[in-house]
């Protein structure tokens, strides 16, 4: 019933609508960003901009998946979200230890918020799909 | 589409949880829960494994007739 990358077949369907779906929604964002660009408006400097579409779109689908249960294959969903926790408190904190840090010398070219932006959407999203994930779980043992 | 009460009374009369009958036919346990609830309609493949694992035909799980509904 698994397919190569171990997920059953209602996950790969929804694998697949949510993948479509956000493929779609980050063309026209990206598409109305180069728009806004060429008026004149510009509410973040490029590359960022586009990063943070990117980024935006990615955890989104990261997290749709996660809560509709089409990311983790069937023999890997019963790990511990206190893990998850964990390996999120010690990302923040290694995030701010290194920001406490020196810093070489700035640039222009805007690496670092780029970095930043990416970090912090990813450690949001996991966040909101661990609690999401608790949620959905927990609902579908009541139904059982 | 209606709940699919056959399969979810044929596991319960094998005394099988919604895990145990995922594991066995290689599905996870969410998506026994959404064809219990029939929120999913399996493919052919995933039906006869549900069949095969219960003891029952195809006809009695998942025909939508009043001869196959007891």
Redesign the interface.
Known sequence: ??NKDGL????KGRRDTIGNQMFMFMFYALLIDSGLYGAGVRWLNYPANVMVIISACISIYLVRLIAL?AYH??KT?NRSVITLIIAIIVSIALAIALSMGHIPEKTNDNSGIILFIVSAAGLLGILIAAVIKKAT?RK?EE?? | MGKNLRVKSARAAKDMSQKDLAEAVGVARQTMNAIEKGDYNPSIKLCIAICKVLGKTLDQLFWEGEDHEK
């Open positions: 019933m698994r059953d077949e209602m996950q249960h294959p069937p969903q779980s579908d139904d059982e």
